[in-house]
């Protein structure tokens, strides 16, 4: 094949593609800008392969936020963007091997893209990967060898509605999300609005008993169908994506879980929590938990109270047993008043208060034009909580359980 006819991932493996990545990247380690590495190695690599190079070392940069040995891996810039974090992968895969160990579960990934979840799913497991993207299974294929996950893998370019499954015990699917035609403000996933299906997605345990799909964040909790598991998956405070267990796989209704440490928080049934006004602590559960419909299970593990039917913030007068928990954050509750703007700025003023975080939720109103009208000023931080109580507008002053602020 002709170096004009080869593709990106060809290239960048190929001899002098390697030897280019490693001098594009010795380059930018000791300060040389961009535009002159460009301009002094197209003296001796072609134009093409310099841009390539160029291109995927800035990747590989950017991959360090997800992949721990991203400057050996490949990427495409959407491969990159789509892709599941090292860590999230990790977690999956470890899940997946306590409940179908990989010597005994030949497996499948439907849609391994560059490939972020590959690269733990075939760690000590056989693995057919299939993308149609020539670039991305190549890069697939490398991306594993770099975790030293190659040995059981093998790949197929095709739709991957037309692999041959026989033999495979468990499926990991990750569906490319696409925006629905005609619907551009819509943000609620729905069975169509990926490729393939959700339906056929589902529709695998047919012939697999185990199988895994990777969803968006915004999925409705009434989709899967019964039997299934939905874990929502948060990186800090980040919400990142949905995860969908088969029933073979399923341990619970619903899952919301914490990453790095993978902390899982599942129903908790009890009496039902109470609605009160707010205490001394604020509770701010993570997205993961809201979306996985289990604040009043968080609340029951420590003892909390909502202040508000609708709202998703919990209360409580001490904090010890939700002061290091992984699936809220922590305040101090400074000021608890009905909200009014003009006694909330006059209370700022008192307090020092230069710096806000402002949280609204249950209330309208555009954020920055309230920040502004606050006129902040002084040294101290705080979070401003802009809700509902009892169905009244409602506002809190609230720092973290270790600062002090003058005043309060």
């Not at 990159?80 to 990989?102: D, F, K, V, W, Y």
């Not at 690269?119 to 991306?143: K, T």
């Not at 594993?144 to 026989?166: F, H, I, N, P, W």
């Not at 010890?320 to 992984?326: G, N, Q, V, Y």
Request: charged share 25%; aromatic share 4%; hydrophobic share 40%.
């Amino acid at each position: 094949m002709s170096p004009e006819t080869e593709s990106l991932a060809e290239t960048l493996l190929s001899p002098a593609g390697t030897d280019l990545l490693a001098q594009v990247a010795a380059a930018r380690e000791r300060g040389e800008a961009p535009l002159a590495t460009a301009s002094r190695l197209r003296r001796e690599f072609p134009a093409r392969l310099v841009a390539a190079a160029t291109a995927q070392d800035e990747l590989r940069v950017a991959g360090q936020a997800k992949f721990s040995r991203a400057r050996r891996m490949l990427f495409t810039r959407p491969g990159l963007e789509q892709a599941s974090s090292e860590t999230a992968a990790r977690h999956r895969a470890a899940r997946l091997a306590e409940a179908a160990p990989g010597p005994a579960n030949p497996a499948a990934d439907l849609g391994c893209g560059i490939g972020g979840d590959l690269i733990m799913l075939a760690q000590g497991r056989e693995v057919l990967a299939v993308d149609r993207d020539p670039d991305h299974l190549l890069m697939a294929a490398h991306n594993a060898g770099v975790y030293d996950a190659a040995e059981g893998l093998s790949t197929r370019q095709a739709d991957v509605r037309e692999v041959d499954l026989t033999g495979r015990t468990t499926v990991f699917v990750d569906p490319a999300r696409r925006s629905p035609r005609g619907a551009a403000q819509r943000r609620r996933l729905r069975p169509g609005d990926s490729e393939p299906p959700l339906d056929w997605c589902f529709a695998l345990t047919g012939q697999i008993p185990n199988v895994v799909i990777k969803a968006a964040p915004g999925l409705p909790r009434e989709i899967p169908p019964d039997g299934w598991e939905t874990e929502f998956v948060a990186d800090g405070r980040d919400l990142k994506e949905a995860v969908l267990w088969s029933p073979a796989l399923a341990t619970a209704a619903s899952r919301a879980t914490i990453l790095p440490a993978g902390d899982t928080l599942t129903p908790e049934p009890g009496d039902p929590v109470p609605v009160k006004p707010p205490g001394a602590y604020l509770f701010d559960p993570s997205p993961a938990v809201t979306r996985a419909g289990l604040v009043e299970d968080l609340a029951r593990r420590f003892g909390a109270w909502k202040i508000d039917d609708q709202i998703a913030f919990l209360s409580a007068d001490t904090a010890d047993t939700a002061a290091s928990t992984p699936f809220a954050r922590t305040l101090k509750v400074i000021e608890s008043a009905p909200w009014n703007e003009k006694h909330f700025a006059r209370r700022l003023r008192e307090l020092g208060i230069g710096s806000a975080d402002l949280r609204r939720r249950g209330l309208a109103g555009d954020v920055d034009q309230i920040r502004r009208r606050l006129k902040l000023s002084g040294p101290g931080r705080a979070t401003v909580v802009l809700t509902r109580v009892a169905n009244r507008p409602w506002g809190l002053i609230c720092t973290d359980p270790d600062e002090r602020v003058k005043g309060a």
